[in-house]
Every structure is written in C-alpha cells, then in structure tokens.
C-alpha cells in the first residue's frame, strides 16, 4: 500500500537515508565485538532496509501536510525523519520476535533473519540444505531475539535523544510507552489464542488485532506526526481515531488477503493461515456459523493438503466469514473517511487528502 | 554479596520503593489489557522484587560516596535511584530473555518466570506436574520473551524521562547503549560457544564474560553514579577501570562456585554448568591441559551422573584449573583495589572505602 508514486519517492530516499544513517553508525561500533556480532547487524539492517516503510511514510506524510498549516512546525522535520526511522526499527523489533515466537524461517517468501542466519551456518558448515541441525536452530532463534533486543533499544535511544522541548519530548515517550505495551499485551493474545490459552471467540480476536498491530502500523506514526508538527491535542486526538479505524482495517485485510488472495501477490505462503491453524476474525467468525463442524478438523490438519485449502476457502465464503470481515473492513474504511473529510475544524485540509489517498490505497490492497 | 547491613538497609529499602513505585504504575495502566498480561506482569515484578538488587546497590552506595563530596550534587539521589531501580529492570529482562534462550525453567533453585507460568497453566488446566505439553512450554517461553521486551522498555523509558540536564542525560543514554550492546554480544558470544558455532578458547570465554555481565553489573552502575553525582570524567574513567576488574572477577567467581561450590549455598543445582557442558573460563582452561581427553566426554554427557560431576571436580583441580581460574579473580581484584586505594587524587576517600567494602564482599563470597 502508499504505492511509490512520484511525490513520495523522494520521501521514501529521506526515509532510507536516515534509516541507512541509524543503522550504519551503530554498524560501525558494533564491529569491535567480533564477526558474528558485526554479522548479524549487517543481516539486519539489510532485511529491514528492503521493507516497504510503510509506517515511516505515514508519519512523513501526515507531519508534511501538518508543517505546512499556519503554525505547524516545518522546522522539527529532521527529528520528524529521524522519529519515522525509530518506528521503523519497532516495527523490525516486533517482526523479529514474532518470527521467533512463532517459529517462522520465511518472511514474504523469502527467508526472515532467523532463515538467513541458518542459511549462514549451514554454507559455513558445509552441510545439506535440508538438515537444520538443532544447534543451528538454535543459534538461529537466540540471534533473531537478541537482534530484537538491539532494534528495540535502538528505536528508544532515538526517540530519548531528540533534543526537543521537556513536553513535546515527554508526549512522544507517552505514546511509544503506551505503544510497545499495546503490541506486547496484543502479541501475548496471539499467542494464547494459537496455543489456546485463551478462548477464541470474535472480540478477543479483534482486540488482538487492534492491540498487535493496529496501534504501531497506524496510531503510533500518525499521533506522532501531530506532536511533532506542533499540532494541538485534538488534531492528535481525531488522527488516532482514524488511525483505529485504518489500522483494524489493514488487519482484516491482511487475514482476508492471506485466506483469498492471490499468494503470489502477497508473497504468503497459500494457505499457511489454514496451515496453521491461525486465530483470524474470519476464523472466528466462522466458529459461530453451521459451517464450524466441517472447518475445524481441516483447519491446522497434521496431513494439510491444497485440497483442504481450498475447500476451507470455500466453506468460509459459504457461510457468510469472508463477507461479514470483508463488511467490516468497508465499515472502518467508512469510518476513518468520516473523520478524515468531515471534521475540516480538526484536521486541516492537506492532512485529509493525504488520509483519503492513504484509505485509497487500502480499498486497492493486494498485496 | 553487599551484605544487608544496617548500614545499606536503608538504601535497599528506598531502592524497593522506587522499584515497586515503577512496577505498580505499570501494572495499574497493564491491567486494562486483559487477565493474560495483568497476571504476567504481576508474576514479573513479584520475581524482580525477589532479587538481591546488586547492581541498584552498587549504583546508590557509589553515589552517596560522591554526593557527599564537595561539588557532588546530592539534589540528584532521588533520578539517582530512579535510574537504580531502571538498572534493576535492565537486569531482569536480561535474564528472562537468557532463560528462554538456554531453555531454563530454574533460578536459584526456585522455578523462574517461565517455569512458574507453565506452573500457573498446569494448574488452571488441572494437569500433572510432569506433564509440561508442548503448548504450555510455547506459551511459558513466549512470555518470557514479551515480560522481557516490557522491562527492556520499561528501563529505556527511566533514562529517557529524567528531567536531567542536556549533557548529562546524553552522557547516561550513551552509557545504556554501550552496555545494552555490550551484553548483547556477551550473550550471542555464550551461545555461540554452547552451539558450537564460536570455538572455545580462553580469550574468548574470558571476552564472554566480561561483556556478558561485567558491563552492565558493575560498569553501568559504577559509571552512572559518577555521570549522576556530577563528577568529572576521570572519576568516571576510574570507576569504570575498577568495575572492569570486579566485573569479571564476580563472573569467574560464579564459574567457581558453581563448579566446586556448595549447591545448598548458591542455589543453583550442583554440577548443572558439567550437565549442560557450559563453557566456562574454568573448562577452556583445562581444554589446554592433559586433562582434555578425560573430561571431554563427561561434560555434558548424555547420561551424566553425580559420579560424573565428583570426576570432573577432581579432573578440574588437578589440571590446574581451579588453581589458574583462582589466581585471575585474585589478580583483577588486587588490581581493582589498587585503582580503589591509591589514585586518591582521583577516587576521593569515601568511595574509595565504599569500593573497599565491595570488595570485601567479593572476597567472602559463598553465593
């Protein structure tokens, strides 16, 4: 989504150079602890330099169209650009732990961090492709925590070094404060549903998704956005709201894209959710219909074949899932350009042509 | 060590306020985000609270030794025990992420974070003791990593919120960052050495260990009392020199006690780092030695018996390792006394005598 067109390319290159900055000064003292060390930041920096950046360009976005209103602050847009990378280092944080809670080698089709450090051992040592060795497992898992523990620490050590004033400084720590904890709290609910700790029905699945990724991918870069321009806390206040509505949105989409979607597009593997056996509101819609006794023996079934893929993909339209999720993903959208376009007091006319070009993008997701 | 006397009592005391102060507030604003995450963070802070609080200690008994110089700034103790207690938090998220890593269920005997939330599964599901499934395991372990990135937060967030001045703010955020760094690669050097990726050589175990521990239990807070009381750099250069050596002698000194101390006394199982075929200084010593081709296949032997574990102790003292490994933590803790008593153009009389009682304790210790 936020497809590269023209006017944010040259965004996208600040963004990248800041990021490529963050990443390359820490590369540089990191050298002294030795090879694997060195390494592993490397890797690293490369993987979370290739991702789509999506969080940094929203906040861009958004803190551009605000620094352009009368008493925005234009001058704050190097720390803006330094704050967008921070939310990217987060967001590879969140990726990283994720991928070794949820014991995942691939990332898009491609090998996540874990994959590649795997892959290392295994060209280093010389042994066969297939024959992950516990140890290099291991040592694989242990190295994408601790990367994690670095990219974390990293994105705090931006955000507590910007020389802004006393309040503006404290609102930002308010909201990466509240941020972190709402993806931890949501990352634990993912996990309780898939080990079934907690019980899945409808509104804890969409709280989790609310909580794991809505408030980072969207309410983080779009609040911080409005400290930074200066904004008053009513702009920052409706851009949250927008920001819940766009970031459940996204998440249903995600699970709707990765149930019906084209895998080659969305780079998934087909059917991996069914795989799986994942907690999704589609899921957990389904739960509630006639169609539950048919699904849930083929959902997460030790002998998953394509067959059953496609059959749960059927059974799913059948009874009513992928319409109610696909409903409510139209309904948020709905929402957010309610706000987005209505409350001109609020929010300033070029902040809502960038949100409804951001909502665009969504409604032509594919990927 | 840093035995409670009446002395320190007083500054424990305080230093578990503030902890609990920290702790409490995060628990009041956690508790909206469900049963799950209330209950996990409650679990952690009774755990953290449970500590020796070592490193917080060294931190106010450094400090107060400064502040009451002339130019020390005492009107900083209370940020000073603020960042005391962050150092705390530092530490344990430090040990929950070691433990999902080494896959450990104990602490000192007593079953730690992961082990007492696989505790708390068996007994909500009415589950035998022994029957740790797979699932509660996944849930434990991933907590661990999540409790983990919360304190982690939850430290950066006390650095970044101290109304400190410019200069000295940076100067303590540099300092969280080395050591965050530091640790980390101390950790990925451990387990690149248990997985047999990094070969076992002294220098590189004794590198292990300095970065591991020695960084953030006695160079963190030795410096940050230096940077907080206002003195000037070469105090703080001096203090870290001194924090080096202890450093490093408190881990050899672990290594000791675990090999040959009274497990009743430490608290850890007897033989457990012979069973886990830890390297150890103590180990890539004897590597060295005659005594190689007899020990090697004990430690970490499948079927390792206290048999087992008496051999190695003998095997290990005969060889000269115990002897050697001995001598270092003599060496760097007369090195360290030497720095502590003499440059008193530098270390003024105070801290000097506080260092003094550290090292004291270094000495006596059992556990």
């Given at each position: 989504?936020?497809?590269?067109?023209?006017?944010?390319?040259?965004?996208?290159r600040?963004?990248?150079?800041?990021?490529?900055d963050?990443?390359?000064?820490?590369?540089?003292?990191?050298?002294?602890?030795?090879?694997?060390?060195?390494?592993?930041?490397?890797?690293?920096?490369?993987c979370?330099?290739g991702?789509?950046?999506?969080?940094?360009?929203?906040?861009?976005?958004?803190?551009?169209?605000?620094?352009?209103?009368?008493?925005?602050?234009?001058?704050?847009?190097?720390?803006?650009?330094?704050?967008?990378?921070?939310?990217?280092?987060?967001?590879?944080?969140?990726?990283?732990?994720?991928?070794?809670?949820?014991?995942?080698?691939?990332?898009?089709?491609?090998?996540?961090?874990?994959?590649?450090?795997?892959?290392?051992?295994?060209?280093?040592?010389?042994?066969?492709?297939?024959?992950?060795?516990?140890?290099?497992?291991?040592?694989?898992r242990?190295?994408?925590?601790?990367?994690?523990?670095?990219?974390?620490?990293?994105?705090?050590?931006?955000?507590?070094?910007?020389?802004?004033?006393?309040?503006?400084?404290?609102?930002?720590?308010?909201?990466?404060?509240?941020?972190?904890?709402?993806?931890?709290?949501?990352?634990?609910?993912?996990?309780?549903?898939?080990?079934?700790?907690?019980?899945?029905?409808?509104?804890?699945?969409?709280?989790?998704?609310r909580?794991?990724?809505?408030?980072?991918?969207?309410e983080?870069?779009?609040?911080?956005?409005?400290?930074?321009?200066?904004?008053?806390?009513?702009v920052?206040?409706?851009?949250?709201?927008?920001?819940?509505?766009?970031?459940?949105?996204?998440?249903?989409?995600?699970?709707?894209?990765?149930?019906?979607?084209?895998?080659?597009?969305h780079?998934?593997?087909?059917?991996?959710?069914?795989?799986?056996?994942?907690?999704?509101?589609?899921?957990?819609?389904?739960?509630m219909?006639?169609?539950?006794?048919?699904?849930?023996?083929l959902?997460?079934?030790?002998?998953?074949?394509?067959?059953?893929?496609?059959?749960?993909?059927?059974?799913?339209?059948?009874?009513?899932?992928?319409?109610?999720?696909?409903?409510?993903?139209?309904?948020?959208?709905?929402?957010?350009?309610?706000?987005?376009?209505?409350?001109?007091?609020?929010?300033?006319?070029?902040?809502?042509?960038f949100l409804?070009?951001?909502?665009?993008?969504?409604?032509?997701?594919r990927?």
């Open positions: 989504m936020l497809e590269r067109r023209s006017e944010t390319d040259g965004v996208v600040e963004i990248e150079l800041h990021l490529r963050l990443l390359d000064a820490r590369s540089a003292s990191g050298a002294a602890y030795g090879p694997h060390f060195d390494r592993l930041w490397r890797l690293g920096s490369e979370l330099l991702g789509k950046l999506l969080r940094p360009r929203l906040l861009m976005g958004a803190f551009d169209a605000l620094a352009r209103e009368p008493g925005g602050d234009a001058a704050r847009r190097p720390a803006a650009l330094r704050i967008a990378a921070a939310v990217e280092l987060l967001h590879f944080s969140f990726l990283l732990h994720d991928d070794v809670i949820d014991e995942d080698l691939l990332r898009r089709g491609a090998p996540n961090v874990i994959g590649r450090v795997i892959d290392a051992s295994r060209a280093a040592s010389g042994v066969e492709a297939d024959d992950a060795s516990d140890r290099a497992l291991h040592w694989a242990s190295s994408g925590i601790l990367l994690g523990d670095l990219m974390l620490s990293a994105a705090h050590q931006v955000f507590a070094r910007e020389a802004l004033s006393e309040a503006v400084r404290v609102r930002l720590l308010d909201l990466l404060d509240r941020t972190i904890t709402e993806s931890v709290a949501g990352e634990q609910y993912d996990v309780g549903l898939s080990d079934g700790v907690i019980p899945a029905d409808l509104d804890t699945v969409l709280d989790m998704s909580l794991k990724t809505a408030t980072y991918t969207f983080l870069p779009l609040r911080a956005s409005a400290v930074l321009a200066g904004s008053g806390s009513r920052e206040q409706a851009l949250g709201e927008v920001a819940r509505h766009l970031g459940v949105a996204f998440q249903l989409q995600d699970d709707l894209l990765c149930a019906f979607g084209d895998s080659r597009e780079g998934k593997d087909a059917f991996s959710d069914f795989r799986e056996g994942k907690e999704t509101a589609i899921i957990a819609y389904a739960r219909t006639d169609a539950w006794p048919t699904l849930e023996p959902l997460g079934a030790p002998d998953f074949t394509e067959e059953h893929g496609r059959a749960i993909r059927a059974a799913l339209v059948q009874c009513g899932a992928e319409g109610f999720i696909g409903s409510m993903v139209d309904d948020r959208i709905r929402a957010a350009v309610e706000i987005a376009s209505r409350e001109a007091t609020v929010i300033p006319g070029g902040l809502s042509r409804l070009r951001v909502v665009d993008s969504l409604e032509g997701r990927a």
